[in-house]
């Protein structure tokens, strides 16, 4: 049951990381594209996290491995060039950094559950989606006002 829970919540990341972050810097994937990378990227996030967890090997590594893979998944699922994979993979790595250091630590810290009985309960799904509220909020804004970073980034250098 806990695995289930767990893909249910790695998915929904999986998809709002291929939604938004290719969205953010102007690259055009359709949605199809979006839930193949998406699946297959919360497939990924859940296999590495447990493998890690199998053979006792201390998370922090597995960042990077999942960047690799997010950033392939964008260039070869997502058909955009590999700068545009890369700046993507970076900019899900951040909106995901500023869940985690943000909304994740005050999560934790109002629930009061030891983080090793968090792994056994739906509220690691649900913190799952509180680490993802950067993207959730950056989602909606992409879909509302077709917000690009890339383009804003360029007006600002402009000035």
């Known amino acids: 049951m806990l695995s289930l829970k767990l893909l249910i919540g790695f998915f929904g990341e999986g ?7 290719p969205r953010l810097i102007g690259a055009k994937i359709n949605y199809r594209q979006v ?3 998406g699946i297959v990227y919360g497939f990924f996030i859940y296999f590495v996290r447990s493998v890690y967890s199998l053979f006792n ?4 590594t597995h960042t990077l491995v999942l960047l ?5 998944l964008f260039k070869y699922l997502g058909k955009i060039s590999f700068l545009e994979s890369v700046i993507a993979m970076f900019i899900a790595e951040g909106l995901l950094v500023i869940g985690e250091s943000v909304f994740a630590l005050l999560y934790l810290s109002w629930i009061k559950i030891p983080f090793k009985e968090l792994s ?3 509220h690691h799904v649900l913190l799952i989606y509180i680490v993802n509220l ?3 909020i950056m989602s ?3 879909r509302l006002v077709n917000f690009k970073f890339i383009e804003s980034l360029r007006n600002i250098l402009r000035m």
Request: aromatic share 8%; net charge neutral.
């Open 35 to 37: 839930l193949s990378i």
């Open 140 to 142: 909606i804004i992409v």
């Open 15 to 21: 998809i709002l990381t291929a939604y938004t972050c």
């Open 57 to 60: 090997i201390p998370l922090g």
């Open 68 to 72: 690799c893979i997010l950033t392939l």
């Open 120 to 122: 056994n309960t739906w």
């Open 134 to 136: 950067p993207m959730i």
